[in-house]
C-alpha cells in the first residue's frame, strides 16, 4: 500500500516540532526554524505534530502546511503527551538526518547548522545537544532534574546521559532503530540511549521559554520521572527485597534481644509507643513496596494492552506535493 506522503518531494532533513497549545510562539518559531533551514540550503521538511492542542495552534499549523510547501502538519487526535508527539514525528519523518526540537525556543534552532556540521565531520549517528545552562527555570525543577537525570543513570544497566533533553539530530538508523522498539510507554530519553550508536554531544545554553507556559506541571514531571526509573531499571524492586530483609533480620534480633532478657530475670519492657511507631513504620514500608510493585505491574498491563501510542486526526501536507500531482 503507497504511504500518504509516498509523492512529497524528497528531503535530507526533517525537524521535528511537537506543539501543545504553543499559538503564542508559532509564528515566531517557524519564522526563525525556515529562517535556519533555508539559510543551509538543504531539500528539508517542518514536521509539526499538534499534540491535541485546544488553542487554535492546530489551525494555524494546518493554515501554514497548505501555504509552506516545507511544512507538514500531524495533528493527533487528542493530547497524547511529547513522547507521542515526537514518536508520530519519528514515524513520518523522511529525511536522512531528523532533528528534534521544541516549539517554545528553548532549543534556539540557530544551532541547527553546527548539528548538521558535527553530523557530517563528525560520522556520528546521533548529536546529542547537552545543556550547559537552564535559564528561566526554577531552582526547584532545575534541582530535580539534576538529581532524576543522576538517579536515573546510576539505575539503568546502560548510561543514559545526564543534562540532555529532545534536542538532538538522529541519523536515519537511529530512527528506524527506535521505530522497531514496541513498547508503550515512551521514556525517549531512555529509548535513544538504549538504542544506543555513536554520539557525539554539543554543549548548549538552553534559553527561557519565549512566550507561553511550560506544560509541565510538578506532577506532570513526577510521572516522567516514575515512568523513566520504572522503564528503564528494575533495581527499585531489588531495593525492596533489600529493605525486606533488613528489617526482617532487625525484628528477628529485637525479638532475640527481649526474650533473652526475659530470660535474665528483667521484667518485659511496657512498649506500647514502640510498638505503634514499629507498626506504622513497617505498614508504611509495606505499602510503598506493593505501591512501587504496582508501578511495575501496571506499566506490563499497559504494555499488554497494545494500543496504538497516538492517533492521527488528520495530516496536512497538500503543499508539499509536486504541482503536478496536487489534488
Ligand atoms: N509538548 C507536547 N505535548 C505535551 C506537552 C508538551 O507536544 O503534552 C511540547 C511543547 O509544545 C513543547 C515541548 O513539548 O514544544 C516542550 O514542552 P515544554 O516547553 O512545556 O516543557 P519544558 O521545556 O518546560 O520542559
Ligand atoms: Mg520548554
Known amino acids: ?29 517557524h519564522r526563525r526554524l525556515r529562517g535556519v533551514m533555508e539559510g543551509i540550503g538543504l531539500p528539508y521538511e517542518l514536521l509539526y505534530v499538534d499534540d491535541g492542542s485546544h488553542d487554535g495552534s492546530g489551525e494555524a499549523l494546518m493554515a501554514l502546511a497548505s501555504q509552506d510547501r516545507h511544512v507538514r502538519t500531524i ?3 487528542r ?16 529525511g536522512e538526518a531528523v532533528i528534534l526540537i521544541d516549539a517554545d525556543l528553548q532549543d534556539p534552532p540557530e544551532l541547527i547548522p553546527d548539528m548538521l556540521a558535527a553530523w557530517r565531520s563528525t560520522g556520528a549517528d546521533v548529536i546529542a545537544m547537552r ?18 537525570y543522576r538517579l536515573l543513570s546510576r539505575l539503568s544497566e546502560f548510561p ?10 538522529l541519523s536515519r538508523r537511529v530512527v528506524d532503530a527506535i521505530k522497531r522498539l514496541p513498547e508503550r510507554s515512551r521514556y525517549m530519553k531512555g529509548l535513544f540511549a538504549w538504542v544506543g550508536f555513536p554520539t557525539h554531544e554539543i554543549l548548549y545554553d538552553r534559553e527561557p521559554r519565549a512566550a507561553g ?23 527499585p524492586l531489588r531495593w525492596v527485597t533489600g529493605l525486606g530483609l533488613v528489617t526482617a533480620a ?43 510493585l504496582g508501578e511495575y505491574v501496571g506499566r506490563i498491563y499497559v504494555e499488554t494492552k497494545q494500543r496504538p501510542r497516538y492517533l492521527v486526526r488528520d495530516m496536512g501536507e497538500t503543499a508539499g506535493r509536486p504541482a503536478s500531482r496536487r489534488e
Open 1 to 29: 500500500m503507497p504511504l500518504p506522503f509516498d509523492d512529497l518531494e524528497p528531503v535530507v532533513l526533517s525537524v521535528i516540532v511537537p506543539a501543545y497549545n504553543e499559538i503564542a510562539v508559532l509564528e515566531l518559531c
Open 75 to 77: 495533528r493527533l487526535s
Open 79 to 94: 493530547n497524547f503527551g511529547k513522547e507521542a508527539a515526537i514518536t508520530a514525528g519519528l514515524d513520518h519523518a523522511r
Open 131 to 148: 545543556r550547559r545552562h537552564r535559564s528561566g527555570e526554577s531552582w526547584f525543577k532545575r534541582g530535580c532534574a539534576h538529581l532524576f
Open 160 to 169: 543514559i546521559p545526564e543534562d540532555t533533553g529532545d534536542f538532538r539530530l
Open 213 to 235: 507556559h511550560s506544560k509541565w506541571g510538578f506532577f506532570g514531571l513526577v510521572r516522567l520521572a516514575l515512568e523513566g526509573v520504572t522503564s528503564f531499571s528494575a533495581a
Open 250 to 292: 532487625a525484628g528477628a534480633a529485637f525479638g532475640l534481644f527481649i526474650v533473652l532478657r526475659t530470660l535474665q530475670g528483667h521484667p518485659a519492657p511496657s512498649g506500647y509507643p514502640s510498638s505503634m511507631a514499629m507498626m506504622t513504620f513497617l505498614g508504611g514500608i509495606q505499602l510503598l513496596s506493593v505501591g512501587l
